[in-house]
T-cell receptor
Framework: QQQVKQSPQSLIVQKGGISIINCAYENTAFDYFPWYQQFPGKGPALLIAIRPDVSEKKEGRFTISFNKSAKQFSLHIMDSQPGDSATYFCAASMRNTDKLIFGTGTRLQVFP | DAGITQSPRHKVTETGTPVTLRCHQTENHRYMYWYRQDPGHGLRLIHYSYGVKDTDKGEVSDGYSVSRSKTEDFLLTLESATSSQTSVYFC????????????FGDGTRLSIL
């Protein structure tokens, strides 16, 4: 019940296309869902996060879509650029806890 | 970038030796975390600290211990390293728990032969 399942494992997108990464969870007590971006040799960096009281959050080209009833959330990267090539992790945590549960990661490659 | 420094950045050691990794922060954040990152597993929490001398276990704590004697430093110790502990270790900090953003260091690549 503590797992966060992420798919796909890898994703290849052409420049200008839309990248979509999906995550699913079981524990309905999760109430904070961040996405992290990681470049080779670097630590993960917070990209965007959402709480379940909204169904969508947008920051620039990055959008989180959240479906509470399906217990799923996804990251959409619009107009994908080669500079977006990185590994993306979804995560979840419960209120009043200090622990993030991470998905297994998606390696995104954007080709020009 | 958040002021987080991990040391060493790379280390190669032998099975059975003790290893200590250091995380130093300049943000005066209360919470500090140690994760390991392995292919196919994402990041898994080893231990975390919610204040000086206050620590708790994560999901993969066996074989690891931690100490936090000052706000700015969080040490991860492998008492007797095993090959299964070969991994990339990340430290993270957060101003508070409960879903606050965690900021990560750039990691320590540890190889145990």
């Amino acid at each position: 019940q503590q797992q966060v399942k992420q798919s796909p494992q890898s994703l290849i997108v052409q420049k200008g296309g839309i990248s979509i990464i999906n995550c699913a969870y079981e524990n309905t007590a999760f109430d904070y869902f961040p996405w992290y971006q990681q470049f080779p040799g670097k630590g993960p960096a917070l990209l965007i996060a959402i709480r379940p009281d909204v169904s969508e959050k947008k920051e620039g080209r990055f959008t989180i879509s959240f479906n509470k009833s399906a217990k799923q959330f996804s990251l959409h990267i619009m107009d994908s650029q080669p500079g977006d090539s990185a590994t993306y992790f979804c995560a979840a945590s419960m209120r009043n806890t200090d622990k993030l549960i991470f998905g297994t990661g998606t390696r995104l490659q954007v080709f020009p | 970038d958040a002021g987080i420094t991990q040391s060493p950045r790379h280390k190669v050691t032998e099975t059975g030796t003790p290893v200590t990794l250091r995380c130093h922060q300049t943000e005066n954040h209360r919470y500090m975390y140690w994760y390991r990152q392995d292919p196919g597993h994402g990041l898994r929490l080893i231990h975390y600290s919610y204040g000086v001398k206050d620590t708790d276990k994560g999901e993969v704590s066996d074989g690891y211990s931690v100490s936090r004697s000052k706000t700015e430093d969080f040490l991860l110790t492998l008492e007797s390293a095993t090959s299964s502990q070969t991994s990339v270790y990340f430290c993270a900090i957060s101003p508070s728990g409960d879903g606050q953003p965690q900021h990560f260091g750039d990691g320590t690549r540890l190889s145990i032969l």
